[in-house]
């Protein structure tokens, strides 16, 4: 490919003898081939470098100067060019992409859409950094008879619709997203009941507080601290016997309205 362009181009001369890039020549394909002419002594003012014979074939170019790998990068710069292109392009349109999907109703909304990839996975890692840093160590009151009664209570009129009875699984609970855990049933292979393995500190984080974007309520607003403490000490007692009174309000044979209700905030 020959030459479409042959530039006379003026050079400003720094100071004599020293070596100035100039465009040669501009090829159809669009490189740029560059040469240095080396100022003559005694022209530092101004010159014009006419050039008048230069020919870029295709594939072929000029005689390479260190001016011209310079600017032509010699691919490698030209590829981190693109590939900084690329990124840029990329996080500018990642906020486009992702707003689409909302808009046009693509995440999953209904309970029998599929999960997020990573979703439980996304939440849950936040939420056990969270539990372990703000959960109480030890709880301020003893797994005693009356709390033990007093925590089966709070768990038969606020809890066991969303996590069922000792032997009896709520109707809805796994058609729910997450699903609520029932908390009176074994673990598969070991002697775990519900969340008998956590520490009660870690229940009174989750009843307090609630744990977002499921099903799961925060009580501390409806429960006061004693109450959330009874039923957090029931449920990690609930691989071990249990007083009479307790296990039947959690088998749900003592209905709510039987026995005075574990009503709100006192
Ligand atoms: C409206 C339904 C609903 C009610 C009512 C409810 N929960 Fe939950 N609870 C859930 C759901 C759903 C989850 C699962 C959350 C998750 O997967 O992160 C849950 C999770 C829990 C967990 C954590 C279980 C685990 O495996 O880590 C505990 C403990 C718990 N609830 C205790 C209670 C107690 C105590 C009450 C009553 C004071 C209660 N919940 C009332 C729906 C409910």
């Given amino acids: 490919m020959d030459c479409t362009e042959v530039r006379r181009r003026p050079v400003l001369a720094a100071a004599a003898g020293n070596s100035v890039p100039i ?24 010159m014009v470098a006419v050039i008048t014979e230069i020919i870029c074939k295709s594939g072929t170019k000029s005689p390479a100067t260190p001016e011209q790998d310079r600017m032509e990068g010699n691919g490698g710069a030209k590829t981190v060019v693109r590939i900084a292109f690329g990124v840029i392009l990329g996080l500018a349109l990642a906020p486009v992409a992702l707003l689409a999907w909302f808009s046009l109703g693509h995440p999953p909304v209904a309970v029998a859409d599929p999960p997020l990839p990573l979703e439980r996975w996304i939440t849950h890692i936040p939420l056990s950094v969270r539990i372990g840093r703000e959960m109480p160590g030890s709880a301020v009151i003893q797994a005693d008879e009356k709390n033990l009664v ?33 908390l009176w049933e ?43 403490w009874q039923v957090s000490l029931l449920l990690a007692n609930a691989d071990k016997p249990l007083p009479p009174a307790a296990l039947q309000m959690v088998r749900g044979e003592q209905p709510a309205e039987a026995a005075p209700a574990a009503s709100g905030k006192p």
């Fill in 186 to 228: 074994k673990h598969a292979n070991s002697a775990v009941v519900g969340v008998s393995d956590d520490p009660p500190g870690e229940t009174f984080w989750k009843v307090a507080n609630g744990i977002r974007l499921t099903g799961m309520p925060a009580f501390k607003d409806t429960l006061s601290e004693t109450q959330i």
């Fill in 150 to 182: 007093a925590g089966a209570q709070i768990y038969r009129d606020r809890c066991a619709a969303c996590h069922g009875f000792h032997g009896k699984p709520s109707a809805f609970a796994a058609h729910m997203v997450p699903a609520a855990p029932p």
């Fill in 23 to 46: 465009l040669l020549c501009l090829c159809r394909q669009g490189q740029q081939y560059v040469q240095s002419v080396t100022i003559p002594e005694g022209r530092s003012g101004s």
